[in-house]
C-alpha cells in the first residue's frame, strides 16, 4: 500500500494573483471612450413608410466592467457627457448596463464556459455579453424626414467604478440594429 504525502498538492498551472485591497467604487474623474458609428441608412424609416414604433437593438454588450449609461446621439459626434438630452442636439435615448466591476476571483473565474453539450443544465456564465433595446421612435422619425444616413454616437457615462474595472473602454459590443414595429 502506497504511503500518502503529507504534502500538498498544487492544481493548475498559474497561481492566484496577489490579494488586492478594494476599496469602495468611486465616479471616476476622467471620461469613458465613446463610440460613434459609420454612416449607417435609414431609408427603411423614411416618412412614405408606416411603423408605429422603433428601436435600437445593442447585441453583445460586455458588463464585465464599470456600471454606466449609455446615452445614444444621431448625427453628434463630438457628444458626451455634458451634451443636453435633447432632440435638437440628436439625443434619441439611454440604456444602463449594471457591471460587475472588474474580477473579484481566481485565475479562470471570469472566463465565459460555453455548455458543454445539449445535456448541461447549468446556468449560463453570468458574464455572457448581454443587449439592450433602447426606444428611439421620435429620433428616428425627425432624422429620417431629412436624412438617408445617420451616425450613431453612444456616450458611456459611468457611474461608479472599482480599480479592477476598465474605465475607459466601458462600451463594448459586437452589433447594433434597428427594429421596427408595425401596429
Request: hydrophobic letters at 35%; aromatic letters at 10%.
Amino acid at each position: 500500500m502506497a504511503k500518502k504525502s503529507t504534502q500538498r498538492r498544487r492544481v493548475g498551472k498559474t497561481r492566484a494573483p496577489d490579494k488586492v485591497k478594494i476599496t469602495s467604487p468611486v465616479r471616476p474623474s476622467t471620461p469613458a471612450n465613446t463610440y460613434t458609428s459609420k454612416p449607417v441608412s435609414i431609408a427603411f424609416a423614411g416618412p412614405e413608410h408606416r411603423f408605429t414604433s422603433a428601436d435600437l437593438e445593442i447585441l453583445g454588450i460586455d458588463h464585465s466592467q464599470a456600471s454606466y449609461e449609455g446615452r445614444v446621439f444621431f448625427n453628434n459626434p463630438k457628444a458626451d457627457a455634458s451634451t443636453p438630452k435633447t432632440l435638437a442636439q440628436g439625443y434619441a435615448g439611454s440604456f444602463y448596463i449594471f457591471g460587475h466591476g472588474g474580477c473579484f476571483g481566481d485565475v479562470g473565474h471570469c472566463e465565459i464556459n460555453e455548455r458543454l453539450d445539449a445535456y448541461d443544465l447549468r446556468d449560463p456564465h453570468p458574464l455572457r455579453p448581454t443587449l439592450a433595446r433602447v426606444p428611439v421612435t421620435a429620433a428616428l422619425k425627425q432624422f429620417a424626414k431629412s436624412n438617408a444616413q445617420i451616425s450613431i454616437t453612444v456616450v458611456p457615462v459611468v457611474s461608479a467604478a472599482t480599480e479592477l474595472s476598465d474605465m475607459k473602454n466601458v462600451f463594448r459590443f459586437q452589433q447594433m440594429r434597428f427594429l421596427t414595429y408595425n401596429s
